[in-house]
């Protein structure tokens, strides 16, 4: 071979790689553009499952589980998602808007709204989505009660003598019942579950 055709073979390949490696910032680039970050920040006690589901065809989906006290985040393509979120004992679905750079998610403690930075630009505050109350419940049977509520939501909650407990649980109308009572007798009423409602359970 001729040093002069080596030499041109040579230089051709330098050429070459020297534009794949000037394209490939690029390349990251654009794909870092096409990504955002959804973050959860809980601030409860409980821990959060979310579950994404892109709405393009494409059969993507997200799962994240974030415990109480603890933030997390996942970087999906931009695009448009359903939602599947679990907390409080509550089950929401919706659809989500992940096409700007950076969205969050602020978990208040069950049955809150707001918070500080609950208002900051791209956060939703999740205590809206679940249309939670809390309801002081007063135990006043004179025995354990175990009360159950149904409504919007079934919940069953176990109430010590004489205490008070607060519940959060979905806004509405429900029924109680227990068998706290004249040794074991079913009684039942009525119940409309809204902020600051307080409900005390005699024996009748």
Same mark, same amino acid.
């Given at each position: 071979?001729k040093?002069?055709?080596?030499?041109?073979k040579?230089?051709?390949?330098?050429?070459?790689?020297?534009?794949?490696?000037?394209a490939?910032p690029?390349?990251?680039?654009?794909?870092?553009?096409?990504?955002?970050?959804?973050?959860?920040?809980?601030?409860?006690d409980? =821990?959060v499952t979310?579950?994404?589901f892109?709405t393009?065809?494409s059969?993507?989906?997200?799962?994240?589980?974030?415990?109480?006290?603890? !933030?997390?985040?996942?970087?999906?393509?931009r &695009? !448009?998602y359903?939602?599947?979120?679990?907390?409080? @004992?509550?089950v929401?679905? $919706?659809?989500?808007?992940l096409?700007?750079?950076?969205?969050t998610?602020q978990?208040?403690?069950? $049955?809150?709204? $707001?918070?500080?930075?609950?208002?900051?630009?791209?956060?939703?505050?999740v @205590?809206?989505?679940? =249309?939670?109350?809390?309801?002081?419940?007063?135990?006043?049977? &004179?025995?354990?009660?175990?009360?159950?509520?149904? @409504?919007?939501?079934?919940?069953?909650?176990?109430?010590p003598?004489g =205490?008070?407990?607060?519940?959060?649980?979905?806004?509405?109308?429900?029924?109680?019942?227990?068998?706290?009572?004249?040794?074991?007798?079913?009684?039942? $009423?009525?119940? !409309?579950? =809204?902020?600051?409602?307080?409900?005390?359970?005699?024996c009748?």
């Amino acid at each position: 071979m001729k040093p002069a055709s080596h030499a041109r073979k040579l230089l051709l390949a330098l050429m070459a790689v020297m534009l794949l490696a000037a394209a490939l910032p690029s390349a990251v680039l654009a794909a870092q553009e096409s990504l955002m970050r959804f973050v959860v920040d809980n601030k409860s006690d409980r =821990a959060v499952t979310v579950s994404l589901f892109s709405t393009d065809g494409s059969g993507r989906a997200y799962y994240m589980q974030v415990l109480g006290n603890e !933030t997390k985040s996942i970087t999906p393509p931009r &695009g !448009t998602y359903n939602y599947q979120l679990t907390i409080c @004992g509550v089950v929401v679905r $919706g659809q989500l808007d992940l096409t700007r750079h950076l969205f969050t998610w602020q978990v208040p403690k069950c $049955g809150d709204k $707001g918070g500080p930075g609950s208002k900051a630009p791209n956060t939703q505050d999740v @205590g809206k989505l679940l =249309a939670l109350t809390r309801v002081e419940i007063a135990n006043k049977t &004179g025995a354990r009660l175990v009360l159950t509520l149904r @409504g919007p939501q079934t919940y069953v909650f176990t109430i010590p003598v004489g =205490a008070t407990q607060s519940v959060s649980i979905l806004r509405g109308e429900y029924t109680w019942g227990h068998f706290a009572c004249n040794n074991g007798e079913y009684q039942r $009423g009525n119940l !409309t579950a =809204a902020s600051g409602k307080q409900k005390e359970i005699f024996c009748k």
